[in-house]
């Protein structure tokens, strides 16, 4: 989890590149060590994050036309739990598949805090 000062768009998009480019080079140490991993549980981060990331690849939809990487910056309205925004970052691997990786900004003020969330598989609608 890395404190931030700051959560407007640009700023979240430009740490949503971040993990991209982490997730990309398989570099799951920086990811953790750059933003943790809230589902990690009893597990590594590290390990956590590379065992999530591969499930997610397994489970994926088959490869998709788009190649490209997406973030979309989301906020939520003010909540008991002070989660503050997410950051939705798509990716697809070498081969193609699409997964989700979710940034998640927690706090009421600066500082907050962003952690990877989730590490999912995007599924055909």
């Known amino acids: 989890m890395t404190q931030i000062t700051q959560i407007d768009v640009p700023f979240l998009s430009q740490l949503g590149s971040e993990a991209i480019a982490l997730f990309a080079k398989r570099d799951f140490q ?27 690849l397994s489970e994926g939809q088959p490869p998709s036309l788009e190649k490209a990487s997406s973030i979309t ?12 925004a997410v950051v939705e970052c798509v990716m697809p691997d070498a081969s193609g598949v699409p997964v989700l990786i979710d940034l998640i900004v927690t706090g009421t003020e600066s500082p907050w805090h962003i952690s990877v969330e989730d590490i999912s598989a995007i599924w055909p609608a």
């Open 30 to 56: 920086g990811v953790a060590d750059r933003f943790g991993y809230a589902l990690s549980f009893d597990r590594h981060p590290t390990l956590a994050i590379e065992a999530d990331f591969d499930a997610a």
């Open 73 to 84: 910056v989301k906020y939520f309205k003010a909540n008991s739990t002070h989660l503050a």
